[in-house]
Nanobody, 119 residues
Framework: VQLQASGGGLVQAGGSLRLSCVIS????????AGWYRQAPGKRREAVAM???????NYTDSVKGRFAISRDSAKNTVYLHMNSLKPEDTAVYYC??????????????WGRGTLVTVSS
């Protein structure tokens, strides 16, 4: 599985950006897909995920501001980011959680895309 992320950039606080992640087709089921981020000097954290059943989960700091969506026809997952804050500045990584034989899950990652929010 290959993931291609795009959409990062520089934006002023209060602005919006949309990240896109195109996920190549997989012979194994993709259980969930979404976004992580890593700010300078910090650990990578989960931002938003959507399961194959459509259930979404968000980290508390982005609830009400970010929305994750998917277009199954385009094999694409989006992260709509609104009311951006300087603390949202990070490299954002697309993630796909793949169901493997034997009940294991494999995480696939795309290259990061940098989001910079200026104050």
């Amino acid at each position: 599985v290959q993931l291609q992320a795009s959409g990062g950039g520089l934006v002023q606080a209060g602005g919006s950006l949309r990240l896109s992640c195109v996920i190549s087709r997989s012979i194994f089921k993709i259980n969930a897909a979404g976004w992580y981020r890593q700010a300078p000097g910090k650990r990578r954290e989960a931002v938003a995920m959507v399961t194959s059943g459509g259930t979404t989960n968000y980290t508390d700091s982005v609830k009400g501001r970010f929305a994750i969506s998917r277009d199954s026809a385009k094999n694409t997952v989006y992260l709509h980011m609104n009311s951006l804050k300087p603390e949202d500045t990070a490299v954002y990584y697309c993630n796909s959680r793949i169901s493997m034989p034997g009940g294991r899950e494999l995480d696939a990652w795309g290259r990061g895309t940098l989001v910079t929010v200026s104050s």
